[in-house]
């Protein structure tokens, strides 16, 4: 549970981080607007396939589950945070379940390219 809860402070470390690069690049105007909604969405999907992956190659066994713990950890938390600030709407099932899907398939890749001891 401690890896775990670790990855899910790099998740939102890596999150917050590259939010701060695309606001810079948005202040600037160095980007089109849909490039810049396109990288809004590709952000989290991509920090956390990274911190999946990483997850996944410290796993002992079944990868995909450890894709789904720290997967539904954020989906959580991401849910708590809509419901109080926005409205839950059918694009924000889509986004979770496709962060929960990213998650696992992650997890289960980087279980697979452990180096393994022979």
């Known amino acids: 549970m401690k890896k775990i809860l670790i990855n899910t402070g790099y998740f939102f470390l ?7 690069f695309l606001t810079i690049i948005d202040y600037f105007s160095l980007f089109n607007m849909k490039i810049i909604k396109g990288l809004k969405l590709l952000i989290p999907i991509l ?7 990483n997850l996944g190659k410290s796993a002992q066994k079944k990868g ?4 789904i713990k720290i997967g539904t950890i ?3 938390i991401f849910t708590i945070l809509i419901l109080l600030l926005d409205k839950y ?3 924000t099932l889509l986004f979770n379940i496709i ?13 697979n390219k452990k180096k393994k001891n022979i």
């Open 99 to 111: 962060l929960l899907l990213t998650s696992m398939l992650s997890s289960m890749i980087g279980i």
């Open 74 to 76: 954020i989906i959580i």
């Open 47 to 53: 920090s956390l396939a990274l911190i999946s992956y």
């Open 14 to 20: 890596l999150l917050l981080i590259s939010t701060f």
């Open 64 to 67: 995909y589950i450890e894709g």
């Open 89 to 91: 709407q059918l694009k």
